[in-house]
């Protein structure tokens, strides 16, 4: 079937319509192109297609740096020019406010500011994370590929930082070796560098149990000059493996990033933004949300290690933070203790049961993809809290619940502002200043 893609999708596929105006999902096709495709699901309302050829190919088309682009799953967007990216995922945004937000095309103009990216389109990535295949007996590691089966071996990564670039070939080498000669049950590798601190960690994701710590940490300190070598142990049910453990096999035992003026540490299971220099645009954009004052009280729901509560801490007179991760709570701690911050509350726990009592004057919310409950709404609702930074990571669950914020009559949206933290990718974060209905 012949089609032309008009849209990305808020997914690594262009979409396209019939004659008869039935969406289809196109894998491999990209905004502008005309392609050969074939159908491989033929649903009710929409279908999905694999482009068997680009007849025509779009002038956005670009050549990527790298060989795996269209099989690799960390570049679904990577043969676009990012300037199309760029103007895809704002459409994204403005599509879900409208559609799932139910704001009207003028409102939705009045809100949306231009998408904001740094300059650094590939190399921006501090984290790479590769997997584990056994194929013929032979033990190797890779990228996750398109097809989730899959693994592909790689030497590098056009992603990732290049101060570190060698490692992932070195760590993929020495863990192959290692993994052909024992079963290090190894469930995935993860690979943490910064330009900033110099600082390289690599974290081996294993069930607990024995291991060959001396061996590895040996094998790997060879391979590699990594400040810190760590085994993060899970236990429990595949599908909802829980963190056990982190034992340092080598080195400092945690990796250290610096963003903006603050210096992090943080443990191997704890989030932290992948693209450092992006992120501190998230920092500028909520502190602009806000405009925290000395005499104000401030509240970050979702505050992981602390990448928005040291910035809130340094303008507020008193930070309330909740998180529920351990990992994370414990990193949070310690980077207050390393910035000399005694104005923070740490909560560890659920943001809705553990909401804090103390009443705030600004808000943050960084929430999973999931959004925020409508508890959370709710308690946000009952603050006196004058604005609200809502950082999302979903354009989708943003909507939603701005949504919600003004059917409670308690919040409006101000300006929503896309950031492009992950280039390459459909993935976008946005952030949007609600302030008192
Ligand atoms: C998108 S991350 C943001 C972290 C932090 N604001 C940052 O920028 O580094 C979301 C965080 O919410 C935490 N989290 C997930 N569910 C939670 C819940 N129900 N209550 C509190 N924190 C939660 C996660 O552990 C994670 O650290």
Redesign the pocket.
């Known amino acids: 079937m012949r089609l032309t893609i008009d849209t990305m999708t808020y997914g690594p596929d262009g979409l396209a319509r019939t004659d008869e105006g039935k969406a289809v999902f196109v894998s491999g096709g990209l905004i502008g192109d005309t392609v050969e495709a074939r159908i491989t699901d033929d649903g009710p309302s929409f279908s999905r297609a694999v482009v068997e050829e680009v007849l025509e190919p779009s002038a956005d088309r670009v050549q990527a740096p790298c060989p795996f682009i269209g099989i690799c799953g960390g570049c679904p967007w990577g043969g676009l020019s990012h300037e199309s990216q760029l103007a895809a995922k704002e459409e994204n945004l403005r599509s879900a406010l409208t559609r799932i937000g139910k704001f009207s095309p003028e409102e939705v103009a009045e809100l949306m500011r231009p998408i904001r990216h740094t300059k650094e389109p590939w190399e921006y990535r501090n984290k790479v994370e590769l997997a584990p295949v056994r194929e013929g007996g032979k033990f190797r590691l890779g990228m996750h590929g398109r097809d989730a089966n899959q693994v592909i071996k790689v030497d590098s990564c056009p992603l990732f930082d290049k101060k570190h670039a060698k490692a992932i070939k070195a760590v993929t080498g020495a863990l192959g070796f290692l993994g052909n000669s024992r079963d290090l049950e190894l469930e995935r590798v993860g690979i943490r560098s910064s330009r900033r601190t110099g600082a390289l960690e690599i974290a081996l994701w294993t069930p607990t149990g024995a291991f060959p710590r001396a061996q590895v940490s040996r094998v790997l300190s060879d391979a590699v000059r990594a400040t810190s070598v760590v085994r993060v142990m899970s236990k429990g049910e595949k599908r909802a493996r829980r963190v056990a453990g982190v034992e340092a096999l080598a080195g400092e035992g945690s990796w250290t990033e610096k963003i903006g003026e603050e210096n992090m540490r943080l443990s191997a299971p704890?989030?932290?933004?992948v693209n450092t220099k992006a992120?501190e645009i998230?920092i500028d954009l909520v502190m602009e949300a806000l405009d925290p004052q000395p005499d104000e009280f401030g509240i970050?729901?979702?505050?992981?290690?602390?990448?928005?509560?040291l910035p809130l801490a340094r303008r507020c007179d008193f930070v309330s933070a909740?998180?529920?991760?351990g990992p994370?709570v414990r990193d949070l701690r310690r980077n207050l203790d390393i910035a000399n911050l005694t104005n923070v509350d740490v909560i560890g726990?659920?943001?809705?049961?553990?909401f804090p009592d103390e009443d705030a004057d600004v808000l943050?919310v960084?929430?999973?993809?999931?959004g925020l409950?409508p508890e959370a709404i709710d308690l946000i609702a009952s603050t006196s809290a004058r604005d609200v930074a809502y950082?999302s990571?979903d354009p989708a669950t943003l909507a939603r619940d701005l949504r919600r914020f003004v059917e409670e009559g308690t919040f409006r949206p101000v300006w929503a502002t896309p950031v492009d933290l992950f280039p390459q990718t459909f993935h976008c974060e946005t952030v949007v200043r609600l302030t008192r209905a």
Do not use: M
């Open positions: 704890s989030f932290f933004q992120a998230l970050d729901l979702y505050c992981g290690a602390g990448t928005f509560t909740v998180e529920s991760y994370a726990g659920d943001a809705v049961r553990e943050v960084d929430p999973p993809r999931a409950a950082v990571c």
